[in-house]
């Protein structure tokens, strides 16, 4: 069965060094998303991209994020200059429409 | 604003027994509703989704949910809980007005007793 794959699963980076989360959605798929889970907090929507540019982002979604796809197969998420608080699990999906997602297993970001 | 409420933070249930998991909404537009499940280590992994027809509507593993509009609910069913049904289960819902974003309650923790 098809799935999302997500590397690496845990980044550890220190405050003010910039990261780079990848993600392989789905073949067919075509709407890619990142959401967050800090901690003990609900899972949050950040970004949603499709046709090779953001359809929607979240107020958390600021100057900071960018999110590429670079080739035909990966999307990612970049964090310019990371905070203590981007620690968090971060979470890309998938979907063939907008609404029926599937989730990758996570990364999770440890910023020292 | 949209918001996803799951009330129970942790159940304990009995393998074999019954469980229902609460999921309440407040949306100002007709939702989509998913319940979602998380393994420790996993990701997020879809268990069944209403978008419209029979409001009760059967999904993987055994698990079912209703859609009550009146109650804007979709609480999660299972007849009988299996020891592999322990992890966390979250409730999101989505809808066309506001975008493609998913809303997610705060997730419930199972834990089943042998």
């Known amino acids: 069965e098809p799935e999302v794959t997500q590397t690496p699963s845990h980044q550890v980076t220190q405050m003010g060094q910039e990261v780079i989360l990848r993600c392989v959605p789905i073949?067919?798929?075509?709407?890619f998303y990142w959401y967050r889970q800090i901690l003990g907090q609900k899972v949050e929507f950040l970004v949603s991209f499709y046709n090779n540019e953001i359809s929607e982002k979240s107020e958390i979604f600021d100057d900071q994020f960018s999110v590429e796809r670079p080739d035909g197969s990966n999307f990612t998420l970049k964090i310019r200059s990371t905070k203590l608080e981007d620690s968090a699990m971060y979470f890309c999906?998938?979907?063939?429409?907008?609404?029926?997602?599937?989730f990758g297993p996570g990364t999770r970001l440890t910023v020292t | 604003a949209q918001s996803v409420t799951q009330p129970d933070i942790h159940i304990t249930v009995s393998e074999g027994a019954s469980l229902e998991l609460r999921c309440n909404y407040s949306?100002?537009?007709?939702?989509?509703l998913f319940w979602y499940v998380q393994s420790p280590g996993q990701g997020l992994q879809l268990l069944l989704k209403y978008f419209s027809g029979d409001t009760l509507v059967q999904g993987i593993k055994g698990f079912e949910a209703e859609f009550k509009r009146s109650q804007s609910s979709f609480n999660l069913r299972k007849p009988s809980v299996h020891w592999s049904d322990a992890a966390e289960y979250f409730c999101a819902v989505g809808a066309q007005e506001y975008g493609n974003k998913l809303v997610f309650g705060a997730g419930t923790i199972l834990r089943v007793k042998s």
């Open positions: 073949s067919n798929h075509l709407y």
């Open positions: 949306y100002g537009a007709t939702p989509y």
């Open positions: 999906a998938s979907s063939t429409d907008t609404y029926e997602q599937y």
